[in-house]
């Protein structure tokens, strides 16, 4: 059996599928430009039927694409099997995706039908869409919860009237991993005609067994995971491309498998998913979390400095982060403060650690962690600390024509600027720009609703680059563009401009 694994990315199609997610053609272009530079395989870019924007975008992500194969989902209906035969025209090459429920529950509380007639129509739609495209993919909904013997009949069926992969849905995150994979067995063994298609796995998160769902299946012959970048999708989300790819590839000895994923893009993709979907990756979640390489425990700090691999299954480097970080809180030894000291570029004997480093644990307990700017001044450095005030702010937006003034005291002298940009936020952030004239790079811009109603208040959260160090604000406020602001000056006073710092040592 061929060991390489397809991976069906759906995070325009299942992962849109999250309220307040859903982006316009031209975002879905450069997801999809960032998902064929990673290397998968397929691409899920709509359900055309649902809308003239689903049915456009992936028209236009045809064209724009060309390494990946387009695919286009349908419901087991003639129009929605027309409408994505037409939408994929320009595809090089394209997959009609369509399905019907496979549970009894489906079938009986769904679907109002029966197994018999599911089975007709089943066929009817696989071989339909095979009279339409070369490439047709079979989705037997809710399989997770459907009868072993009757979901074997339905996968042989379909790929009798056509279907050239089926998929095996565990809709709602049901199985537990060791069901799941016996569940692929099964299929493998009993169906007569499997060899003709590839089973595939699409597995959701409500118990938090995506992942390892997804795991157990391939283990059990599946050679097509169903995926979606930061895991995002219906209810609790998909599987996670990130997690599976990498397990794919620490495992590799032990699975025997391997896909076509540069892992190297995962956390550059994954931050634009973040970025145009405005939804944040929780800091705890795996591969690109932010504390997926962070480290503030003192005895995990000692043994990640003295050998990464003691704590870290993964080089940060291999999936696009810079480094780990090795975070200073009162839980940090002396290990930690030493490296962040010599981060910094300065060097301290054995005797100046030892006298600096109950100082430093007096500072971390009156505050949540010691950013640079606080490591310096416990050095004794002679720096400018910036504080900022925002005094006044006029915003003045039309469609394309944004206008922002605003008024900062910086360390007590009053300051203005104005500038046009192109929206309220980036007019203000040019203005912020001018008067604190430091140079970053906006990584990540992200609005939550701390509360709800009318006087809803908004959070921004930022994370600006500098030199390679990352820096992070947050600003809260009823008016979201204030709050914006108070964000980005959070994270520019946090800014250590280190070529001025070395000036006084």
Not at 31 to 40: N, R
Not at 214 to 231: D, F, K
Request: aromatic share 6%; with cysteine.
């Amino acid at each position: 059996m061929d060991n390489k694994i397809y991976v069906f990315d759906t995070t325009l199609r299942d992962g849109e599928q999250v309220p307040g997610c859903q982006l316009n053609t031209i975002e879905k272009i450069e997801v999809a430009l960032a998902l064929e530079e990673m290397g998968v395989d397929v691409l899920e870019a709509g359900f055309p039927v649902s809308s003239p924007g689903d049915f456009n975008s992936v028209i236009e992500i045809s064209k724009a694409v060309k390494e990946p194969r387009i695919c286009a989902l349908t419901r087991a209906v003639q129009k929605d099997i027309d409408v994505a035969a037409e939408a994929l025209k320009y595809a090089r090459l394209g997959r009609i995706h369509t399905g019907i429920g496979s549970s009894d529950m489906h079938i009986e509380y769904k679907l109002k039908t029966t197994r018999e007639k599911i089975l007709e129509k089943a066929a009817w739609a696989a071989k339909h869409a095979r009279n339409l495209i070369d490439d047709v993919e079979f989705y037997c909904e809710d399989a997770g919860r459907a009868d072993l013997e009757f979901l074997a009949r339905m996968v042989e069926t379909v790929i009798a009237a056509g279907a050239t992969v089926v998929n095996i849905p565990d809709t709602t995150g049901y199985c537990l991993p060791d069901e799941y994979g016996a569940k692929i067995a099964y299929l493998m063994n009993n169906v007569p005609n499997i060899d003709k298609a590839i089973l595939s796995v699409h597995c959701h998160n409500d118990l938090g067994m995506a992942t390892a769902n997804t795991i157990a299946g391939l283990r059990n012959g599946a050679r097509q995971m169903e995926v979606t970048i930061n895991g995002i999708g219906e209810r609790a989300g998909n599987t996670s491309l990130e997690e599976t790819a990498m397990a794919i590839k620490s495992h590799q000895e032990n699975l025997g498998l391997h896909t076509n994923i540069d892992v190297s893009k995962i956390f550059p993709t994954s931050r634009l998913i973040t970025r145009l979907m405005r939804m944040p990756v929780q800091p705890n979640k795996a591969i690109v979390g932010r504390n997926a390489f962070a480290h503030s425990s003192g005895i995990h700090q000692d043994g990640v400095i003295k050998h990464r691999e003691n704590y870290e299954i993964i080089d940060p480097k291999e999936v696009g982060v810079k480094e780990s970080a090795i975070i200073l809180t009162a839980r940090s030894g002396r290990a930690a403060l030493k490296y962040n000291i010599e981060r910094l570029g300065f060097e301290v004997s054995q005797q100046e650690l030892d006298e600096l480093y109950p100082k430093f644990l007096d500072l971390a307990d009156s505050q949540k962690d010691v950013n640079d700017v606080d490591l310096l001044k416990l050095l004794g450095k002679d720096i400018d600390q910036t504080i900022v005030q925002i005094e006044s702010l006029e915003v003045h937006s039309k469609m394309g024509d944004c206008h922002s003034k605003i008024g900062i005291t910086v360390n007590g002298m009053l300051k203005t600027a104005e500038s046009e940009g192109n929206g309220p936020v980036d007019a203000t952030y040019q203005a912020i720009n001018q008067i604190m004239g430091k140079k970053v790079k906006l990584e990540e811009y992200l609005v939550q609703a701390v509360t709800s109603g009318i006087n809803d208040n908004g959070k921004v959260h930022i994370q600006i680059c500098k030199d390679d160090v990352y820096y992070y604000g947050f600003g809260q406020h009823t008016d979201i563009v204030y709050a914006s602001a108070i964000a980005y000056l959070d994270a520019l006073t946090k800014v250590v401009e280190l070529k001025a710092v070395e000036s006084n040592v």
